[in-house]
């Protein structure tokens, strides 16, 4: 049985204020990001990451998100999941806003509402593939039991129930990316992020994960994937393409125009102090 067969609506559990699977313009953003500014010293030079950006993603949503490298998408995912402070702006995931809590708040929301899925996988090399999907879960304090039936429930979906017990250096890297999706998806999280999930993954490989995320957002999850790839950028529903900081193209995949090379130079908006 392939992944695919496993990801049904009713077994992704999508946290909204409404619920079910409305369309994505009935009901409120899950994500609000406006004026949102972020910025880096490096030595004695200034770094512009984000120009004031504005961007909102409602429930159910795949949103890609594209543009040369060093133009500020994985600042983007840093910041608007709250992983990085900004400078200015604001931010609100589920109607709460990141920065006005504590760090101690926001990492505990973080845990509770969002699940992240990285190019590197960052799995816990001396922990079994279940223990790794298992962490969220203990983090939100669900008793360990239930925390070992829900991950290896999980790790079964997404067709690994017979890796459970392997640790990463005993998983090829297709499975310890699984293992990763696994892990993200396993609290139930409001929303997912998704960093060049398959840019350490061969042809074959990246193309079974890309299913595989296609199949979870099917389900209604809702979907923030960050990516070099086209194919997997042009697969979405919305493509935000950024460029300098800032986001120049959002709409659909299929009509916004190609991914802007880094050669071009493009006019950017002012930064405001």
């Not at 030079?45 to 500020?72: I, K």
Request: hydrophobic share 40%.
């Amino acid at each position: 049985m392939t992944a695919g067969t496993m990801f049904e609506a009713s077994k992704v559990n999508v946290r909204t204020k409404m619920g079910g699977h409305m369309s994505a313009s009935a009901v409120d953003p899950i994500l609000r990001a406006s004026g949102v500014v972020k910025s880096y010293r490096t030595g004695t030079n200034e770094v512009h990451a984000l120009c004031g950006v504005d961007l909102e993603v409602r429930p159910g949503e795949l949103v890609m998100v594209m543009g040369p490298s060093g133009n500020g998408k994985t600042t983007l995912l840093n910041c608007l999941s709250g992983l990085d402070d900004i400078d200015a702006g604001t931010v609100s995931v589920d109607g709460d806003d990141l920065f006005a809590m504590s760090d101690a708040d926001r990492t505990r929301h973080r845990a509770q509402r969002m699940g992240f899925i990285f190019q590197s996988f960052n799995l816990i090399p001396v922990l079994s593939a279940a223990e790794n999907v298992e962490l969220p879960l203990l983090v939100n304090a669900v008793p360990a039991k239930v925390a070992r039936e829900r991950s290896r429930e999980m790790l079964a979906r997404v067709g690994l129930a017979d890796r459970a017990s392997h640790r990463p250096g005993e998983l090829s890297g297709g499975e310890q990316q699984r293992v990763a999706v696994a892990r993200a998806l396993v609290a139930e999280p409001a929303l997912v992020w998704a960093d060049e999930p398959t840019g350490a993954l061969d042809t074959k490989t990246a193309g079974e994960i890309v299913e595989l995320l296609h199949e979870v957002h099917a389900a209604g999850q809702t979907l923030i994937i960050v990516t070099h790839d086209e194919a997997l950028g042009r697969s979405g529903q919305r493509l935000v393409q950024m460029r300098d900081g800032l986001i120049i193209q959002d709409g659909d995949p299929l009509i916004v125009p190609d991914v802007i090379p880094s050669k071009v130079q493009l006019p950017t908006a002012p930064v405001t102090a």
